[in-house]
């Protein structure tokens, strides 16, 4: 029997994977399966990349013939599921060749990260609304149960806010979901979508405003984005990372997924998505440059650039959305190096404290060195990638006559240039009566845990020197995302 | 006397008053009380609230369940399956989550003594 290579696979290798892990913990195949799986997804991901360019790839896994679960791999989604497994593997090379916290090498974060990964992956491949509730909290309760790892006060603390709130915001889509289902009858998205707009107006509005909320939260918009600091600084920062650099964008892409899907016409949601998008932005980067610990800093920060990606997604027009899709690659793979610099910080200096770091920059040159790659790609210099997917943004708002969000964009970037360089200075700070006594209380990190973070960025120096690599598939993944018309049809087709 | 209760109409319109009235008791305890346990049962009353909503509005008076046994042989007269296998799962993911909640909530309070939310500050920036 010939094994096909269909989107399943996504979910359900890391599945089983995670669930037979008992087996890997006799055979010590712990973290080398934890890297080999994302890497092979990877590979297999990337080698479907011509196949998806012909046509999208649908799956439908039947139940009895009108049910049905209804897998569906375009061109968006694949940037999407490479994206992830890359960050995967990268996150897992990080975890096994450092010196790892104990609590972050055994079993449970093992199925934590693997469950993780496979309800992002779902969350973006499924084509079912309940389906999508079911993926949303398979990769909620993992976050929850990283984010409490720790078992201290502050990992505890973190874990019941992110519980409590990740719940509210899923409470919130079950009721959008069980109203679109009482109203419509289907909850295939492609079949929903056809019948959306017969719904009554009020109802619609009401739908929207509880996805709104419920995806909102998730997604970490202004204002329902208030305790995301807290869940950064609570967890560890290789968890953080993760969050940053996977969670959220498998939430925003899952809310402008059902946006685009939903609404025939995106000018009704795209002045509420283009101001909450840029609201987002300007307030986390202002709140940003008074943070004390990296933690937050970094927290804040990930929120800005979140809301310059809903900002450009929200205006929906080819150039904004290719660039706002490679932008969501660049600041995956910059907060994964931000965040991988601030664990191996906290592993040496037991401290993340803008106060305690002074001088880190003579002490641990390589580790710093990388941080500032990342700052410079987050502001977006030559010749780093941020620069080229900023200037795609700027330049779709520019041919569309718009001004006010590269007003916006730019702006951002100034004061993101001051709270990134306020840290630097203070990093390579060469007065040594203001270095705190306990610094360098940690064990010196390897050379080997440096490589994933040299790997990142070597990617952004390529990204930035040579962006036509990647042009075709952000652009093909802007066009599928944007194409309702064409997924309704072959959806709805297929299905027939 | 009561035959009027069961029109579907006014079936309905118990279903919706009851259940969103469940919905708001939960938002004001998530958004009011301060003891933990009290915040996880406040989130499990609103899921309870959306199964409820769900459930009733979709099955309506003399409607039986899609089992074909009992004599039965054709799916008529039958509630759609759907919203029940639904439900079922939701309670399934809920309680799930619910029991992670209260386990952290149970180890946060054997470790700090604590069961406050408002007095969860370790987080903040000081």
Known sequence: MELQLTPVWFIALPLLVAFASPLWVRLQLLMPLLFAVPLLLLVLAISLVPVVRAAPLLETIVIAPPLGIHLHLDAAALVMLILFNLAGALMAAFLWLGDTEPYLRGRQPFILIMLLITGCTGMVLTGDLFNLYVFLEIAGVSAYALSALRRDRGALEAGLKYLIIGSVAAVFFLFAVVLIYLQTGQLNMAAVASDFAGIPAPMQALIGLLLLVGLGIKAELFPFNFWVPDIYRGSDPATAALFSGILVKAFIFVLFHLVFLLLADPDVARAWLMGLGALTMLVAELVALRQQDLRRMLAYSSLGQVGLIVLALGFASEATTAGALFHMVNHTLVKLLLFFVAALMLRRVLSLRLGDLHGIGHRMPVATGLFVLGSLAVLGLPPLSGFISKLWILKGFAAAQLFWPIALILLAALIEAAYYFRWIKVFYDTDPAKAHPGIMAGPVQGAPVYLPLLLIGGLLLLFGVAPFLLEVSFVEGAQSLLAREATLEQVLGARL | ?126
């Open chain 2, 1 to 126: 006397m009561l035959e009027f209760l069961d029109s579907p109409g006014v079936l309905q319109g118990i279903y919706i008053t009851g259940s969103l009235t469940l919905f708001f008791i939960g938002l004001y305890g998530l958004l009011a009380k301060r003891h933990l346990l009290k915040v996880l049962i406040s989130l499990a009353v609103m899921e309870m609230s959306v199964y409820l909503l769900f459930v009733g509005l979709a099955t309506s008076p003399g409607e039986t369940a899609p089992i074909l046994a009992d004599g039965l042989a054709t799916f008529t007269g039958m509630a759609d399956p759907v919203p029940q296998a639904l439900t079922l799962t939701a309670i399934v993911i809920g309680m799930a989550v619910l029991a992670l909640g209260v386990s952290l909530a149970v180890q946060y309070h054997r470790l700090t003594g604590n069961a406050d939310i408002r007095a969860m500050s370790e987080l903040k920036d000081s």
